[in-house]
């Protein structure tokens, strides 16, 4: 399989199982996602019907505002106070907070109700709901006492249609979070090393190639820089090593601006006749400084420098004294047909 069709199958692979599949994951929990509370319609007939028994029952009109509703007083000081009607269940639990002066409020928006979770400066705790029109508030000695005060409201039922994308997304939120951010890294990771080492992968020979000498495939790599090519091929005064060179020098002066850029792309290549493999690794420079004098005197120098294995790099570019165009397959190309056409075998590396 030719390398460009490798690059894409892995291309895809990570498209699908690195993002595909975690994003659609989470899209379907999020589409069966249920708010874990449930209001009772049928026991917010009555007070009595809507407050656990044992609470002496106030009723309450005009409460935070607008609506009407009741309070129960529980033996142990809990209180548990409903109101419907209300025009605005944010301004009506900004209200009660306001009442209550917690020392701490936080707020959180849950599908079809707005949760409110409040620490009082006298130790008591505070939940309260906004569903619609009505407000449900529950005031505790403690955290334990809170639960159980809103487990036996009859008002306020735990929704017994939860689904996986209930518990998922309302009852193991923060849990859910690092799990799904955790599972998407080690896909991304995971996909980019495979993409990374198909795209790295060796070039072999064509069966039944004849590997010719060492000093025979340097010939040949030499023979590269006869001028057909965008390129020049130089032995570095290593043994085995060679330099596959692509630069750019160019300087122009334009109304009252100075410009000069130089650019260098390198193919470093070592021979290792031991395994007739060729070893290659990827260099490139960028230089650019430019002046100017009026009407802002300002002078800049830019110096770019990387090392390793270049996937893609086109350009075209138009300067001030011209225009060149490169592309680092034109390079690659013929040097990796030369390799394997001597019977050696082409290894990328970073």
């Known amino acids: 399989m030719p390398r460009w069709q490798r690059v894409v199958a892995a291309l895809v692979v990570y498209l699908i199982f690195g993002l595909a599949l975690p994003i659609g994951v989470l899209l379907w929990l999020i589409a069966n996602y249920e708010t874990a509370f449930v209001l009772d319609q049928s026991a917010l007939a009555t007070p009595q019907a809507a407050f656990a028994p044992g609470a002496s029952i106030q009723r309450v009109q005009g409460a935070l505002g607008a609506g009407g509703g009741a309070t129960a007083v529980y033996p142990d000081t809990s209180t548990v106070t409903i109101v419907r009607g209300v025009s605005s269940p944010e ?14 409020s936080t707020s959180t928006t849950l599908g079809s109700y707005t949760q409110r979770d409040m620490q009082l400066a006298n130790g008591r705790v505070a939940r309260a709901f906004g569903f619609g029109k009505t407000i449900l508030a529950f005031v505790a000695p403690n955290r ?11 008002a306020l039922q735990r929704n017994t249609r939860h689904g996986i994308g209930n518990v998922v997304l309302d009852d193991h939120r923060v849990s859910a979070i690092l799990i799904f951010v955790g599972w998407f890294t080690v896909w991304t990771i995971g996909a980019a090393i495979v993409l990374i080492r198909l795209a790295l992968r060796p070039v072999s020979p064509a069966a039944g190639t004849p590997a010719v000498e060492p000093e025979e495939l340097s010939r ?42 130089r650019k260098l792309v390198r193919i470093r290549l070592r021979l290792d006749p031991a395994t007739r493999t060729v070893d290659s690794t990827d260099f490139e420079s960028e230089f650019d400084a430019s002046s100017h004098t009026l009407p802002d005197p300002f002078a800049s120098v830019q110096w770019h420098v990387s090392r390793g294995y270049t996937f893609v790099d086109k350009e075209f570019a138009l300067t001030g004294a011209g225009s060149y165009r490169f592309d680092i397959a034109d390079m690659r190309r013929p040097v990796v047909a030369t390799i394997t056409g001597a019977g050696w075998t082409y290894r990328p590396g970073m």
């Not at 009506?92 to 701490?104: F, H, I, M, N, V």
């Not at 334990?144 to 009859?154: G, K, Q, Y």
């Not at 005064?237 to 330099?243: A, D, M, N, R, T």
């Not at 596959?244 to 100075?258: K, Q």
Request: charged fraction near 20%; charge should be negative; glycine fraction near 8%.
């Open 91 to 104: 301004a009506a639990l900004d209200a009660y907070a306001a009442q209550l002066g917690p020392a701490t």
């Open 144 to 154: 334990d006492a809170l639960d159980a005060l809103i487990a036996r409201t009859p």
């Open 220 to 261: 040949r790599l030499l023979a590269l820089a006869d001028g057909t090519h965008p390129f020049t091929v130089t032995a570095s005064g290593k043994p085995g090593e060679y330099f596959v060179d692509w630069r750019y020098d160019g300087g122009w002066d334009m109304a009252f601006t100075r410009q000069r850029m």
